[in-house]
């Protein structure tokens, strides 16, 4: 059999934004399709960041979904209607999401135990005409069976594809995998499946390909994050590499009205995932940099050790 798969690039809250995905986009490139960090509703409104960063005019050209977090239906029912009338026709529905705050609201991978409330949220969006839907999710919260009672209830919102995240909530970051039960998974699902996980190479993207050839895609996150040119190794420079940095930069500098701390502070969360195998020395250096001054000279010094 034949093995065609599609590459996606995982949402990062706060990182993969619009910025950084036009970035990556136009300087790396080699990604199918692009999620976008999830919407939420606080207070009852969508928020202003969000509203930004799914705006058209920001993602033009680039293939990219948007991405809606919601266990309230009236609130997941705002955001489609409000993606659909800025003319989007297939949404990404948040299942996975397991930071605590989040998912002891029954929001995200917390919505997994409670499979009533998954059907109310489906029945809801089942109901808005014109969208498709695809699903991003994780095996359970606590326990790596919870998915049985949810994966039935897909045939809802018949999902374009089902992203699986091959743990549970409750382990966040740890990497404890479980790919016995996503062959379960894979068993049991009609639908088109995408992996992600803890891909870090072209091998690992082999190795899980061999494993499921009928994989629709793999979505990567934290290693593209790291290395943008994860996909096409001839791109991996260091001008690439540091005209992606200062795109990012440039925009922080110019739309940032908080001063350099602000600017600063975006700055270093961007250097907590990017190019994690660059200088040890210099990546304290940004860490630590206390002015855009002492700032510039480090991302200076690590991009001339590269
Ligand atoms: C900082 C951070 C932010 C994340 N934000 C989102 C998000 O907004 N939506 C989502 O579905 N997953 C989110 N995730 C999960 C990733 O999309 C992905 O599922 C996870 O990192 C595992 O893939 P990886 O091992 O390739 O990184 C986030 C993960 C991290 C580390």
């Known amino acids: 059999m034949i093995s065609s798969y599609k590459i996606y690039s995982a949402p990062l809250q706060g990182f993969t934004t619009h910025v950084w995905r036009n970035a990556h986009a136009r300087i790396f490139g080699g990604i199918d399709c692009y999620l976008s960090p999830f919407m939420r509703i606080e207070h009852g409104s969508m928020l202003k960041r969000d509203l930004n960063d799914v705006n058209p005019d920001n993602n033009s050209g680039i293939p990219f979904i948007p991405q809606i977090l919601a266990c ?3 609130d997941a029912t705002m955001m489609v209607c409000h993606l659909r009338e800025l003319g989007y026709k297939h949404i990404n529905v948040n299942l996975g999401c397991p930071f605590p705050p989040i998912a002891l609201r029954h929001k995200g991978s917390g919505m997994l135990p409670y499979p009533a409330e ?3 949220l489906f029945n809801a969006l089942a109901q808005i005409s014109d969208i ?14 919870q998915w049985k009672e949810v994966l039935p209830l897909m045939s809802i919102i018949s999902p374009a594809h089902i992203t ?5 909530g409750r382990d966040q970051y740890k990497g404890n995998l479980n790919l016995d039960e996503l062959d379960q998974f894979m068993a049991c699902c009609e639908f088109p499946v995408i992996y992600n996980g803890e891909i ?18 793999i979505m990567i996150g934290r290693a593209l994050a790291s290395n943008p040119a994860l996909l096409c190794p001839e791109k991996a420079t260091t001008q690439n590499y540091s005209a992606m940095h200062d795109e ?4 922080f500098t110019d739309t940032l009205d908080g001063g ?10 961007f250097w907590e995932l990017y190019l994690l195998h660059a200088d040890r020395k210099s990546r304290k250096a940004i860490k630590k940099a206390t002015s855009i001054a002492k700032y510039e ?10």
């Open 248 to 251: 990012i930069y440039r925009h």
């Open 260 to 269: 350099e701390h602000q600017v600063l502070k975006k700055m270093q969360s």
């Open 72 to 74: 309230k239906p009236d």
């Open 297 to 306: 000279a480090a991302v200076d010094s690590l991009f001339a050790a590269l």
């Open 164 to 168: 699986v995240h091959p743990c549970i």
């Open 132 to 145: 498709t839907y695809s699903v991003k999710m994780r095996l359970g919260w606590d326990a790596d069976g």
């Open 118 to 120: 998954v059907e109310s």
């Open 200 to 217: 870090t190479s072209q091998a690992d993207i082999q190795s899980i390909t061999q494993r499921w050839p009928s994989l629709h895609g």
